[in-house]
């Protein structure tokens, strides 16, 4: 147990000085750029090692990747891997990336000073992030209780959840979930958090998910499809397993957290993801 303790501190370190490398290297070009996921949330981690980290995840404007892209290919940075997609921004906000930098926090990372965001917009992400992937990994709804558990006393609730009713009833639902499965216990709960009442398929369907180590990805899907079409059984148990869970269908389709039947929502989806499936196995060679 010291030996994994003592790995995962060190692979942070080493994280950690990752980071401060790029971010020095960016900050020299005059990027603007913000901090995202486990490399921003360790912080709120009773030790920041305790949260791991694959990614260096940075949110900038898409103007610029290919200009960072170009930092990225010198030999200094070989090896590091840096995720600049984040469709969560686009999709669930109307609000520029100069309104999310001008509300973000500085922070220093091994002796670098790197941009993370504020409080209020870094839960919102964390929650949307989660949804949209059917709240594939337990990971990241451990990231929403530490940060719950550390919210700052002036927390700006509606700037968290938004002008949408629909996306604040889906970030309410993750803060409860955090709340059940985790016992979390929030800063200052506002009192409709309080009188929360999830969805009663919610719960079950965050574990079910859990239970399912299968990746998501359908690219993964179309070379497995491919080398089972002949083997009938193999084909349907392939099939089966990617049947979508009923958080990632019904975010897909932008539907309510509600106590109705998601079938509908679940045909929905698996219905476009067949024709999406279609489309790569005839176009890819």
């Not at 001008?102 to 993370?116: L, P, W």
């Not at 992030?129 to 209780?145: E, M, S, Y």
């Not at 009713?165 to 929030?186: F, M, S």
């Not at 998601?262 to 476009?272: D, E, H, I, V, W």
Request: charged share 25%.
């Amino acid at each position: 147990m010291r030996i994994a303790y003592l790995e995962c501190a060190a692979q942070a370190i080493e994280h950690e000085r990752k980071i401060a490398t790029l971010a020095e290297a960016l900050n020299r070009e005059k990027f603007s750029f913000i901090l995202l996921k486990g490399s921003a949330t360790s912080r709120f981690y009773p030790e920041s090692h305790l949260r791991p980290s694959g990614d260096i995840d940075l949110y900038m404007p898409s103007r610029e990747w290919i200009r960072v892209r170009a930092i990225l290919d010198r030999r200094q940075f070989s090896g590091y891997r840096v995720d600049l997609v984040h469709v969560e921004f686009e999709r669930f906000d109307v609000r520029k990336f100069e309104e999310f930098y001008q509300h973000a926090e500085s922070i220093r990372v091994g002796g670098a000073e790197v941009k993370m965001l504020g409080t209020e917009d870094h839960l919102r992400f964390l929650c949307l992030h989660l949804l949209k992937h059917g709240g594939w990994r337990p990971l990241w709804l451990c990231d929403i209780a530490a940060l719950l558990e550390r919210l700052p006393e002036r927390f700006d609730w509606d700037r968290c959840l938004g002008p949408n009713e629909l996306y604040a009833v889906w970030i309410l639902c993750t803060i409860g979930l955090a709340q059940d499965i985790l016992r979390a216990e929030v800063s200052n709960p506002p009192p409709f958090l309080q009188d929360l009442a999830l969805p009663r398929w919610l719960v079950n369907s965050i574990l079910n998910r859990w239970s399912n180590p299968n990746s998501p990805d359908l690219s993964l899907f179309v070379d497995q499809v491919r080398h089972c079409w002949r083997q009938p059984r193999r084909l349907i148990e392939a099939l089966w397993e990617r049947w979508p869970n009923p958080i990632q269908a019904t975010v897909d389709a932008d539907g309510p957290f509600d106590d109705r039947a998601r079938l509908p929502f679940q045909l929905r989806n698996y219905k476009s993801r067949a024709v999406e499936l279609g489309r790569q196995m005839f176009t890819r060679p």
